[in-house]
């Protein structure tokens, strides 16, 4: 169904310099809803008072509503006028009103999945950027706060259980079947942070004992049947209680904490104050549907949206522009928590390939932006890698700066300080400056300058003294709006090592670069040290330094960074893919003779080996070129994969001949040595050797979990076999009534390197169970295609009509998610002219769709530039 009750409009360019203090403070909020799938009847009751010095008229933004009566002070008001989609009323010289308003809406036609929808007939709502606006007027800015009574009825065998943010304060029955709730939240929050529940849901309780002593009531609701699959979720929830009390000291700040599952959300979950709403698939696991990967989703999201209680709540934004101060704090927080409970080394090279898969890209594209950008037209399209994970990094090197305590000491003060208030990134500088004892001014150009710095690394070394020094230089990229970069101030984390002397002999320096250039002493070497620099990823750059295979594949064995073990071996990889490419003749021993040696490290730490032997990603190969060849990218790597899949047979025989521990065994030891069969598999796959599918079709069949099956699965996948269809056919079979397995299903078919995918893709998008009403669906299947290079960028341009087509199909039922598809396309100036000019004629396709959305427009404009 279509939603055309959000008119388009001219895009209008928000601009963050432009922000003024409210006029009218919204102190209190009462709501009272008559819910009903396809007609819910809102009434607002705001209590506003006047903050500005002389009379303005009340501002009440709304999107697609209708005010069917105002009311002032309990009175009939026809002061009040339409402005667009905005109710505007007209107070006169009153410094204070209560101002009520009755709107109505249709739940069950909202397909944006903004404001109050309907999914799988319960009612829930999506408040965050500007979504409060679709259930009634409000200002709906982040910098006002209110406290929030919220009263529903509605049928009671239709809407059991009716959840709200705070505390339920009264419960009673009406009249025809009805009931109601009162809920009260004792917290001032923005409308953003606003929630409601509705529906028949069941509960799994647990409590949890906050440092002070106090018992919290925790639920996870979730319909009937998915309860056993909500554990996990609870055990995460009550580890990241205890890591923010002991880490942060944060104690949680209300009697109940409710976390409820949707089937059909944008993102991955959203952090309502009291009251969290997940994306199923980031609380629903268990080993026969959930891989390793995905019981680690759950833990992540859990804590982050758990964190965002302090980091987000209880602080929050003056205004969009600030989106990072709670976002990039909070991706930090939950990196760190992650890291904590498993392998801190595995976790850290997982954060920094999303960074290089996601952000590294964006940045260097047409939709580059700073981490507080300074303008916007939708403001859904900034939740964006850059925001969340770029951001993340910038509170990561205020961190590395200034050590631990010192770190704690400058969050407490930014809590401190802040605390009920709507506050901004320079704020939350100040406090870290404040209280950690450091001057930031040059490290705020992080905050404002876009584009990924590129460090350029020489050493050189004087022949009589032995002295060898490190010459470094920076330059950061232009890009839009941004021609000219200063010089920032980059932590980057050093170490030389003698390559016959002890790898622990010389210490680590962490070098404070904040000219273009500088020029580092490293001491007396025997000969040219062996350079391990970024240690641990101390700084989001890209770091070039001619360093021959031969130092690479020592570093990758000694280094006593295990990041940059992994970075050393992935570097040699890259090397030699790039060269390949280039038509160079491959030289594939030294990676060879490396990955071996990294496997012998495997028994001690099979997760961190399982990462450090994974060949690049194709796009990633793709970013160290100046123009992108996909198929030669494609042909290259498939054919390092066999020459190393060959060379270690044994190795990777070996591997999958030790059974796979119990699926129900979550030990970091146990996912590790699942992730290196899922490795081993894989390279075997890529063989020319006769058993392997039946081998991959074996470990299918025998899989006692999803981890196991998934990873058979996506190997199988690129094949041709018989096995691959009879898999696929089975899996089907089985978990077609399971939709986050069912999604699996589609991805890993849109992950295939097989030629004929995007076919694949195309008959996908029409299969029964392939449906534009579930973002996750929509990006099991779009996400995972546009993921895959060589398909995607199929040189005659279907990979780009077959997206440009989902986009058109989609917008109109829900823009947000349709938008954030766009992107793919705008890569067009890293790829060959007739490439280019096919991506961009597809944006100019999308962009000419009549009705076109906000979210849309502004991201297949920008993208054509
Ligand atoms: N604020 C949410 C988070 O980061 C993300 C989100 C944004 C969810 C917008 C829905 C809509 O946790
Ligand atoms: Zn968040």
């Known amino acids: 169904m279509t939603d055309a009750s959000s008119s388009p409009v001219p895009p209008v360019t928000i601009h963050r310099t432009a922000y003024r203090p409210p006029e009218w403070r919204v102190p209190e909020v009462a709501l009272d809803f008559a819910l009903g799938l396809e007609e819910t009847r809102v009434t607002a009751a705001l209590s506003v008072v006047r903050d500005a010095d002389a009379p303005a008229p009340l501002v009440l933004r709304g999107d697609a509503l209708t005010a069917e009566a105002v009311r002032v002070d309990g009175e009939a008001w026809n002061g009040w006028r339409m402005d667009g989609p905005d109710l505007v009323v007209d107070l006169g010289d009153r410094t204070a009103a209560v101002v009520e308003v009755d709107t109505r809406i249709d739940p069950a036609a909202n397909s944006q999945l903004m404001g109050l929808y309907a999914s799988n007939s319960m009612l829930c709502t999506q408040c965050e950027a500007e979504g409060f606006r679709r259930i009634t007027f409000h ?38 079947g009805t009931h109601w709730a009162l809920w009260e939240d004792p917290w001032p929050k923005p409308s953003y942070l606003f929630a409601l529940v509705a529906g028949d849901l069941v509960v799994n309780r647990d409590h949890f004992t906050t440092l002070s002593g106090r018992r919290v009531e925790l639920g996870i609701w979730v319909r009937a049947g998915d309860q056993d699959r909500t554990h996990h979720a609870m055990a995460s929830l009550k580890h990241s209680m205890a890591w923010d009390e002991q880490v942060y000291g944060r104690e949680y700040d ?13 993102m991955g979950a959203m952090e309502n104050k009291g009251l969290n709403v997940f994306n199923t698939r980031y609380i629903l696991a268990d080993p026969d549907t959930a891989t390793d990967a995905d019981y680690d989703g759950v833990e992540g999201v859990v804590a982050h949206e758990y964190f965002h209680n302090w980091s987000g709540n209880r ?23 992650s890291a904590a409970m498993g392998s801190a080394a595995v976790k850290r090279i997982e954060d920094v390939r999303v960074l290089r898969a996601a952000q590294f890209p964006e940045d260097a594209g047409p939709l580059a932006h700073p981490i507080r950008p300074d303008s916007y037209q939708e403001i859904s399209n900034f939740y964006t890698a850059t925001v969340y994970n770029k951001g993340a990094e910038i509170i990561r090197m205020m961190a590395t700066m200034v050590g631990p305590e010192r770190f704690r000491r400058g969050t407490d003060l930014y809590f401190d300080r802040h605390d009920g208030e709507a506050a901004t990134c320079e704020d939350f500088v100040r406090a870290i400056e404040d209280g950690a004892g450091i001057d930031l001014t040059q490290f705020r150009l992080w905050y404002s300058q876009a584009g990924t710095p590129r460090i350029a690394a020489r050493l050189e070394g004087d022949a009589a003294s032995g002295e060898w020094v490190l010459h470094l230089a920076q330059t950061i990229p232009p890009t839009p709006g941004q021609p000219d970069k200063a010089p920032m101030l980059i932590p980057l984390r050093i170490k030389a090592f003698d390559r016959d002397g002890a790898a622990q002999d010389t210490a680590e320096q962490l070098v404070l670069l904040d000219h273009a250039d500088a020029t580092v002493p490293l001491g007396r070497f025997a000969g040219r040290p062996m350079l391990s620099i970024n240690r641990g990823f101390s700084a989001p750059v890209i770091v070039d330094c001619a360093r021959a295979p031969g130092e690479l594949a020592w570093l990758a064995a000694h280094d006593d960074d295990p990041f940059a073990r992994y970075e050393a071996l992935q570097q040699l990889m890259l090397d030699t893919l790039v060269a390949a490419v280039s038509g160079e003749a491959a030289e594939r021993g030294a990676v060879v003779d490396a990955v071996r040696e990294t496997l012998a490290g495997a028994a001690a730490d099979p997760a961190f080996v399982a990462e450090a032997v994974l060949l690049p990603s194709e796009a990633f190969i793709g970013d160290q070129m100046v123009t992108v060849d996909p198929d030669a990218i494609r042909r290259e790597r498939l054919a390092l994969q066999a020459a190393i899949g060959e060379a270690l047979e044994s190795e990777w025989r070996a591997i999958l001949a030790d059974p796979a521990p119990p699926a129900t ?10 992730r290196l069969r899922g490795v081993a598999l894989a390279y075997l796959g890529a063989t020319a050797r006769d058993d392997a599918p039946a081998l991959a079709f074996a470990i299918f069949s025998d899989a006692d979990g999803m981890t196991e099956r998934q990873a058979a699965l996506a190997t199988l996948a690129h094949g041709d076999s018989d096995e691959r269809a009879h898999a696929l056919d089975i899996f089907y079979q089985r978990y077609r009534d399971n939709p986050l397995v069912l999604d699996k299903w589609f991805q890993v078919q849109a992950w295939s390197l097989r030629p004929d995918t995007v076919d694949a893709v195309r008959d996908l998008a029409r299969h029964p169970d392939f449906t534009l009403a579930n973002p996750n669906r929509v990006r099991a299947l779009y996400g995972a295609f546009t993921a895959n290079q060589a398909a995607f960028h199929r040189p005659d341009g279907a990979g780009y009509r077959l997206l440009a087509d989902l986009v058109i199909a989609l917008d109109p039922k829900n823009p947000q998610t349709a938008a954030r598809l766009i992107p793919p396309l705008g890569r067009w100036k890293r790829f060959d002219e007739a490439r280019a000019a096919l991506m961009k004629a597809e944006l100019g396709r999308i962009l000419a769709q009549p009705g076109l959305s906000r979210d849309a427009t502004e991201q297949a404009s920008k993208s054509l530039v």
Do not use: H
């Open 315 to 337: 602080v929050t934004c003056r205004d969009w522009f600030q989106l990072s101060l709670k976002e990039g704090f909070t991706v930090y927080r939950d990196q760190s928590f």
């Open 254 to 266: 209300l009697d109940l904490f409710n976390i409820v599952a949707v089937s059909d959300f944008n």
């Open 139 to 176: 200002p709906d800015r982040p910098d006002v706060l209110s406290r929030y009574r919220v009263r529903m009825e509605g049928d009671k065998a239709a809407f059991p259980i009716l959840l709200s943010n705070g505390n339920c304060v009264a419960t009673g029955e009406g009249e025809g």
């Open 665 to 674: 065994d979550l030990s970091p030891a146990a996912k590790g040595r699942r």
